[in-house]
């Protein structure tokens, strides 16, 4: 479904992804973990094509898009849920959702999205005139990939989807994108949170220093010596 081949990434003379490898199937959840530093948030601009330099190639089911604008991308089927949620905070819940349906095809889906979302994500219903700014941070999550999936997205980057929240939100989350999957999405995400990202996964990836050194099935890799020398040292 997605796959990088021979991956660089460059801020200027500084090179922060080596040889990046990596593929995704169809209707899994993948994940790269790694500490902070890593290379997991300029993986993600890597894929979409912003704010870095890039060298390589990338694959999305089987055409390749490494020359391609960003929204050409997204256009494309490939969405991204930033770090931080990245919400207008003024702006009610449904209007952040709208935001999602820019594309020519998401637009004409605009109500399928809508009804698509709010079954899986009931909460946002009843909460769609609130600001965001009002919900709490795991509520705001929830937002955040409910406008990426008006999007129609056919995967779903993920950009530390369990930072800052408490372990019953990271929980649910986690639920939310296993159902995901069991609706045929296909998912890539970064997460310094090796334990509860590859638990879900079905494969993942341990980054380094902005290179790949390990990978594997997800509930193997969380026990191989390779992800305890990253992150405990030994």
Not at 113 to 134: H, I, M, T, W
């Given at each position: 479904?997605l796959?990088?081949?021979?991956?660089?990434?460059?801020y200027?003379?500084?090179?922060v992804?080596?040889?990046?490898?990596?593929?995704?199937?169809?209707?899994?959840?993948v994940?790269v973990?790694?500490?902070?530093g890593a290379?997991?948030?300029s993986?993600?601009?890597?894929?979409?094509?912003?704010?870095?330099?890039?060298?390589?190639?990338?694959?999305?089911?089987?055409?390749?898009?490494?020359?391609?604008?960003?929204?050409q991308?997204?256009?494309?089927?490939?969405?991204?849920?930033?770090?931080?949620?990245?919400?207008?905070?003024?702006?009610?819940?449904?209007?952040n959702?709208e935001?999602?349906?820019?594309?020519?095809?998401?637009?004409?889906?605009?109500?399928?999205?809508?009804?698509?979302?709010?079954?899986?994500?009931?909460?946002?219903?009843?909460?769609?005139?609130?600001?965001?700014?009002?919900?709490s941070?795991?509520?705001?999550?929830?937002?955040?990939?409910g406008r990426?999936?008006?999007?129609?997205?056919?995967?779903l980057?993920?950009?530390?989807?369990?930072?800052?929240?408490?372990?019953?939100?990271?929980?649910?989350?986690?639920?939310?994108?296993?159902?995901?999957?069991?609706?045929?999405?296909?998912?890539?995400?970064?997460?310094?949170?090796?334990?509860?990202?590859?638990?879900?996964?079905?494969?993942?990836?341990?980054?380094?220093?902005?290179?790949?050194?390990?990978?594997?099935?997800?509930?193997?890799?969380?026990?191989?010596?390779?992800?305890?020398?990253?992150?405990?040292?030994?």
């Amino acid at each position: 479904m997605l796959s990088i081949e021979k991956g660089y990434g460059r801020y200027g003379e500084l090179t922060v992804l080596h040889d990046i490898h990596l593929s995704v199937s169809r209707g899994s959840i993948v994940s790269v973990v790694g500490t902070n530093g890593a290379g997991k948030s300029s993986l993600m601009k890597f894929l979409m094509g912003v704010e870095i330099e890039t060298e390589g190639r990338i694959w999305l089911e089987g055409e390749e898009i490494s020359r391609w604008p960003t929204h050409q991308r997204v256009a494309a089927g490939m969405v991204m849920v930033p770090e931080g949620r990245r919400l207008f905070p003024e702006m009610s819940v449904r209007e952040n959702l709208e935001m999602g349906s820019y594309t020519p095809r998401a637009r004409k889906r605009r109500k399928q999205g809508f009804d698509f979302v709010y079954s899986l994500l009931p909460k946002l219903k009843e909460r769609e005139k609130q600001p965001a700014g009002s919900l709490s941070g795991g509520e705001q999550q929830m937002v955040a990939l409910g406008r990426a999936l008006i999007a129609q997205p056919q995967v779903l980057l993920l950009d530390e989807p369990f930072l800052g929240l408490a372990p019953i939100m990271v929980r649910q989350v986690t639920r939310f994108l296993q159902e995901l999957r069991e609706q045929g999405l296909t998912i890539l995400m970064v997460e310094q949170n090796a334990t509860f990202s590859l638990r879900c996964s079905d494969w993942g990836y341990v980054l380094v220093s902005g290179r790949i050194v390990s990978d594997g099935q997800g509930k193997d890799l969380l026990h191989s010596r390779d992800l305890r020398k990253v992150y405990l040292g030994v």
